[in-house]
């Protein structure tokens, strides 16, 4: 199986890097994934997700970092590469609904 984390920064937080260790003492092949290096390339009808030259082909994908983004660009930028992964077939853990959800209901107060 592979796997990627996916957080913002450029380091691998510790939790990030124990999501990893794990996967790979379960005998699955992980990287470490930043939004900002995906690239989207729609043809057609068909979407492949790229990070650099690579062609992104993780099954699962672990979302992390999504609960205090610096700007709503970030905080768009990753909940949008997350709804791609998913519309491409790969499944994430924090989805893309489950993210929009719960940032609504923790600005909820803030709005009133």
């Not at 082909?57 to 660009?73: C, H, Y």
């Not at 077939?89 to 803030?110: E, F, H, Q, T, W």
Request: include cysteine; glycine fraction near 6%.
């Amino acid at each position: 199986m592979k796997i990627a984390v996916m957080h913002p920064s450029a380091t691998p937080p510790p939790s990030c890097r124990e999501i990893m260790y794990e996967a790979k003492r379960l005998g699955a092949r992980s990287i470490y994934l930043r939004p900002q290096d995906v690239t989207a390339l729609f043809s057609g009808r068909s979407l492949e997700l790229y990070r650099g030259a690579k062609r992104l082909d993780s099954e699962l994908v672990f979302v992390r970092g999504t609960s205090s983004p610096s700007s709503i660009e970030q905080f768009t930028w990753m909940t949008n590469i997350v709804k791609l992964i998913e519309e491409g077939g790969g499944r994430a853990i924090n989805s893309y609904s489950s993210i929009v959800l719960a940032r609504d209901k923790s600005m909820l107060p803030s709005i009133l």
